[in-house]
C-alpha cells in the first residue's frame, strides 16, 4: 500500500514482501475457514444427534418405557406389512383401571404402569435375545415381540413366529406374572389388581386398523366373563 502511495520505492523486495503477505493471509483466512467449518459440521451433527434422539424419545411413553401409540403402530404395520410368518396380536388391559387410579391416586397408578412396563419389556427383551441365538445356532425361527402403550391400562403385543397355542401359554403366564406385581402404599401395605387379555391370529397383509378394532372386540368378551380373564379369537373376519 506505501509503493502504491508512492511512500516507498517500487523494488522486487517490495513486491516479494507484498507477494508473502498476501501468501500468509491466505493462509490464515484458509485456516479460520477450516476452523469455521469444522465448528458448523460438529453443530450439524450435534443438531442431527439430537433430533434422533427427540424422534426416538417422541415415541417412547415416558411412564413405561415402551413404545407409545405413536411409535407402535408404523412399527406392528411395517412387520405386518413385511411379515409371511405366525403373527399373534395381543392386547392386554389393567382390570378396573380408572377405579384403581380414583381409589389409590395417579402417584400408585403411575408406579404400577412403570413396574408393568418393566415386566413387558424385560419379556420381550428376553425373547428376541433367545431368537437371536437360536436362530444362529439351530437355523431356525423363536417368538420374537413388540410392545407398546396405546392408552391408559391398555397394552398392545406383537408376536411373530408364534401359533395360537402357544400366545395361549404365554398370555396365561402373563397373567399370573401380573398377580405377583405389587406396588406399595405410604402405610407400607402393598396392593396389587389383575388384567384380562384379548387374543387373535392375525393374516399377513392385514389393515392395522382392522387388527386393532378385532383384538379390542376380543378382550371386551373377555372381560365380560370378569377380573383376570383371557379370551382368544381364530377367525377376525
Same mark, same amino acid.
Given at each position: 500500500?506505501?509503493?502504491?502511495?508512492?511512500?516507498?520505492?517500487?523494488?522486487?523486495?517490495?513486491?516479494?514482501?507484498?507477494?508473502?503477505?498476501?501468501?500468509?493471509?491466505?493462509?490464515?483466512?484458509?485456516?479460520?475457514?477450516?476452523?469455521?467449518?469444522?465448528?458448523?459440521?460438529?453443530?450439524?451433527?450435534?443438531?442431527?444427534?439430537?433430533?434422533?434422539?427427540?424422534?426416538?424419545?417422541?415415541?417412547?411413553?415416558?411412564?413405561?418405557?415402551?413404545?407409545?401409540?405413536?411409535?407402535?403402530?408404523?412399527?406392528?404395520?411395517?412387520?405386518?406389512?413385511?411379515?409371511?410368518?405366525? $403373527? &399373534?396380536?395381543?392386547?392386554? *388391559?389393567?382390570?378396573?383401571? =380408572? /377405579?384403581?387410579? +380414583?381409589?389409590?391416586?395417579? %402417584?400408585? #397408578?403411575?408406579?404400577?404402569?412403570?413396574?408393568?412396563?418393566?415386566?413387558?419389556?424385560?419379556?420381550?427383551?428376553?425373547?428376541?435375545?433367545?431368537?437371536?441365538?437360536?436362530?444362529?445356532?439351530?437355523?431356525?425361527?423363536?417368538?420374537?415381540?413388540?410392545?407398546?402403550?396405546?392408552?391408559?391400562?391398555?397394552?398392545?403385543?406383537?408376536?411373530?413366529?408364534?401359533?395360537?397355542?402357544?400366545?395361549?401359554?404365554?398370555?396365561?403366564? $402373563? &397373567?399370573?406374572?401380573?398377580? *405377583?406385581?405389587?406396588?406399595? =402404599? /405410604?402405610?407400607? +401395605?402393598?396392593?396389587?389388581? %389383575?388384567? #384380562?387379555?384379548?387374543?387373535?391370529?392375525?393374516?399377513?397383509?392385514?389393515?392395522?386398523?382392522?387388527?386393532?378394532?378385532?383384538?379390542?372386540?376380543?378382550?371386551?368378551?373377555?372381560?365380560?366373563?370378569?377380573?383376570?380373564?383371557?379370551?382368544?379369537?381364530?377367525?377376525?373376519?
Amino acid at each position: 500500500a506505501l509503493m502504491w502511495l508512492g511512500f516507498v520505492e517500487a523494488s522486487m523486495t517490495t513486491l516479494r514482501l507484498l507477494l508473502i503477505g498476501i501468501a500468509i493471509e491466505v493462509m490464515l483466512l484458509s485456516l479460520l475457514i477450516g476452523y469455521r467449518f469444522g465448528d458448523l459440521k460438529k453443530q450439524a451433527l450435534s443438531l442431527g444427534a439430537d433430533k434422533t434422539k427427540y424422534q426416538t424419545l417422541n415415541k417412547i411413553d415416558h411412564l413405561t418405557g415402551l413404545y407409545n401409540r405413536q411409535g407402535l403402530i408404523p412399527t406392528l404395520k411395517s412387520i405386518i406389512d413385511s411379515s409371511t410368518k405366525d $403373527l &399373534i396380536l395381543l392386547e392386554v *388391559n389393567i382390570d378396573d383401571f =380408572k /377405579k384403581f387410579n +380414583s381409589i389409590h391416586g395417579h %402417584t400408585l #397408578s403411575d408406579q404400577l404402569l412403570s413396574e408393568f412396563g418393566n415386566l413387558l419389556e424385560l419379556k420381550i427383551k428376553r425373547d428376541n435375545l433367545a431368537a437371536e441365538l437360536i436362530d444362529k445356532e439351530k437355523n431356525t425361527t423363536y417368538r420374537r415381540g413388540v410392545v407398546g402403550r396405546i392408552s391408559g391400562g391398555e397394552f398392545i403385543i406383537l408376536l411373530s413366529n408364534t401359533s395360537l397355542p402357544q400366545s395361549k401359554l404365554y398370555a396365561e403366564r $402373563l &397373567i399370573r406374572d401380573f398377580q *405377583n406385581l405389587y406396588v406399595t =402404599k /405410604k402405610d407400607g +401395605s402393598k396392593i396389587s389388581t %389383575t388384567i #384380562s387379555i384379548g387374543v387373535i391370529n392375525v393374516e399377513p397383509k392385514r389393515e392395522i386398523d382392522d387388527l386393532l378394532i378385532a383384538v379390542k372386540n376380543t378382550l371386551n368378551d373377555a372381560k365380560k366373563k370378569g377380573l383376570s380373564q383371557l379370551k382368544l379369537q381364530l377367525d377376525i373376519n
